[in-house]
């Protein structure tokens, strides 16, 4: 199975902080890197995928680079909906796997 | 827009078998990949597996002795089912679609795009 490493596994941040997350596979992924974000309560929503396409109706605020195993997710300017835990996921191979998360924090 | 739900019961039994259904609503479940996930409390994500509209199927090794997924196009639903159940199987359940999100060079992206708002199993006697 390929491991995904995620950190920090939570940060502090600000409304108006630039974000990054990073994520690191124990194996190369070329480009085949998803991001999603998960707010308590509520289904994982997709925000990246191929480790830099955003996802339709996700805002131009998120952006994710990487390729081969270091990725990282940034976002530009933190807005109070950001709050919430944030997910890789590779879609090289199966099993699908995912990072353990990373919790942005108020 | 295509939208998800889970279905099953909330309580299962130890040793007995996880029974979950996903139904999709405003689009067909034809051509697609279909996912289940689950989060256990305060943990994260694990994949569980997919299964294809045509009913060919991929598991997660880690379950897949205890695992079984169908389809049933007819109805627009798939299943899961899982044995043997214990306490670690407690979570929250998510179906979800895995739609091909991009293609470059004959490589195909693939993402899970649509959610089932989610069904929390617990496992107890």
């Known amino acids: 199975d390929i491991q995904m490493t995620q950190s920090p596994s939570s940060l502090s941040a600000s409304v108006g902080d630039r974000v990054t997350v990073t994520c690191r596979a124990s194996?190369?992924?070329?480009?085949?890197l998803n991001w999603y974000q998960e707010k308590p309560g509520k289904a994982p929503k997709l925000l990246i995928y191929?480790?830099?396409s955003l996802q339709s109706g996700v805002p131009s605020r998120f952006s994710g680079s990487g390729s081969g195993t270091d990725f990282t997710l940034t976002i530009s300017s933190l807005q109070p909906e950001d709050f919430a835990t944030y997910y890789c996921?590779?879609?090289?191979?199966?099993?699908?796997?995912f990072g353990q998360g990373t919790k942005v924090e108020i | 827009q295509v939208q998800l739900q889970e279905s099953g019961p909330g309580l299962v039994r130890p040793s007995e078998t996880l029974s979950l259904t996903c139904t999709v609503s405003?689009?067909?479940?034809?051509?697609?990949?279909w996912s289940w996930i689950r989060q256990p409390p305060g943990k994260g994500l694990e994949w569980i597996g997919y299964?294809?509209?045509?009913?060919?199927?991929n598991y997660n090794p880690s379950l897949k002795n205890r695992v079984t997924m169908s389809v049933d196009t007819s109805k627009n639903q798939f299943s899961l089912k899982l044995t043997s159940v214990t306490a670690a199987d407690t979570a929250v359940y998510y179906c979800?679609?895995?739609?091909?999100?991009?293609?470059?060079?004959?490589?195909?992206?693939?993402?899970?795009?649509?959610w089932g708002q989610g069904t929390t199993v617990t496992v107890s006697s």
């Open positions: 979800a679609r895995q739609g091909l999100l991009g293609v470059e060079s004959s490589y195909y992206y693939y993402g899970m795009d649509v």
């Open positions: 405003g689009g067909s479940i034809n051509s697609y990949y």
């Open positions: 299964i294809y509209y045509s009913g060919s199927t």
């Open positions: 194996q190369s992924i070329s480009s085949f």
């Open positions: 191929a480790a830099s």
């Open positions: 996921q590779q879609s090289f191979s199966t099993p699908r796997t």
